[in-house]
């Protein structure tokens, strides 16, 4: 078994306290992905499980072994950097083969267990090069064979494919994704990316500032965000926020007042909030559509228009400090300057009391949100 747990886990360097009480329960077998904004301290957690910092106060324990004084040879975990960090002297073969070597494994041993790995990763043809000779993509494979050799229990890869161009990282996301389902280990990968957290994650944890806002399924923090700084990290382009006050407050329903005039019932838990209370209203672009002005959420007028092919991503300047964003079919014309209304539908809508906090969203009719509209 190679699972991981946090419990109330700190690290402090100096008066300087960066991680805060950290919990955290990663099971046997699965793809844990740490996001968060720079400075979070999603690298420096994934140091503490590796070893290379001490812990400040908490436990820590993998396999069910508490291991907060174990040295990081001695943990049972590999971990893979940014950089290769390859011996550029050194062949493919020896390079991937230097742990075991280290480790005072036989030839025979070391040549068995690097064949089936280079035979995993594709490697076969490249074993005899040196890394000047690979590609980006060829080396980082290397740096990810040299972990699998050793056979840990568990993987830590710190933000592994940013050092690739666009097209390497997606083709990187899908070999590291197939190699995680024939590996079958935990693996725990640290990424500022949320399309990478997203689509390789089995589980992912939302880093603030040393603290965990959210963990949960790609999914379920997509759907159900708690709060609403994971709302607005997770998502791309990330959800829109328009600030608002409540009208009023029924068991089903939160009338809100937008600042554009226009009042939005909107199908949440309204539990806590009263009459008069600032709140947050938010809509993923995604969930947009372009609508006549009179009776659209917003008008505005197009300050930007991104075309993908696939869609386009039209920003709307509506007197907020933030663009609106909303997200069309590719071969919608408008053209920047153009006056649009932008709506949804109220079900697609969440909002956050004025402590961020998100409210219950209640399950209601695919009407749009402009048919809930009242101009008053």
Request: glycine share 10%; net charge negative.
């Amino acid at each position: 078994m190679s699972d991981v747990v946090l419990k109330q886990v700190e690290k402090r360097f100096g008066p300087v306290h960066v991680i805060h009480g950290v919990n955290l329960d990663i099971r046997d077998g699965e793809f844990c992905v740490f996001v968060g904004p720079s400075g979070c301290g999603k690298s420096t957690l994934l140091r503490l499980i590796a070893g290379l910092e001490d812990i400040s106060g908490g436990e820590l324990s993998i396999g069910g072994k508490v291991v907060n004084n174990v040295a990081p040879k001695d943990r049972g975990v590999a971990m893979v950097f940014q950089s290769y960090a390859l011996y550029p002297h050194m062949s493919v073969f020896d390079n991937m083969a230097f742990g075991l070597d280290l480790a005072k494994k036989s030839k025979d041993e070391q040549h068995e267990r690097v064949m089936a790995v280079a035979k995993i990763l594709q490697l076969e043809e490249l074993l005899d090069r040196k890394p000047k000779e690979l590609s980006g993509g060829q080396r980082q494979r290397v740096a990810i064979g040299r972990a699998i050799v050793r056979q840990p229990g568990v993987f830590l890869f710190d933000e592994p494919l940013s050092n690739l161009d666009a097209s390497l990282r997606v083709q990187m996301r899908i070999e590291l994704t197939k190699l995680h389902e024939k590996l079958k280990s935990t693996m725990i990968y640290v990424t500022h990316d949320q399309v990478e957290a997203m689509t390789m994650a089995d589980k992912i944890v939302v880093l603030r500032a040393g603290r965990v806002e959210q963990v949960g399924s790609p999914l379920e923090l997509y759907h159900h965000p708690q709060n609403q700084f994971v709302a607005g990290f997770i998502g791309s382009p990330k959800m829109n926020f328009v600030p608002a006050v409540v009208g009023a407050v029924s068991q089903q329903t939160v009338t809100v007042k937008l600042d554009s005039g226009k009042d939005v019932d909107l199908p949440v838990d309204g539990s806590g909030l009263a009459t008069g209370d600032r709140v947050t209203v938010g809509v993923r672009p995604e969930h947009c559509s372009i609508a006549d002005q009179d009776t659209a959420l917003f008008a505005g007028t197009v300050d930007v228009v991104e075309h993908l092919g696939e869609a386009g991503l039209v920003y709307v300047q509506t007197g907020a400090e933030e663009l609106f964003v909303a997200r069309v079919a590719g071969d919608t014309a408008i053209a920047s300057g153009s006056s649009v209304g932008v709506t949804a539908r109220v079900q697609d809508c969440y909002l956050f009391d004025q402590n961020g906090k998100a409210k219950r969203r209640l399950a209601v009719d695919n009407a749009p949100l402009a048919a809930q509209l009242s101009a008053r």
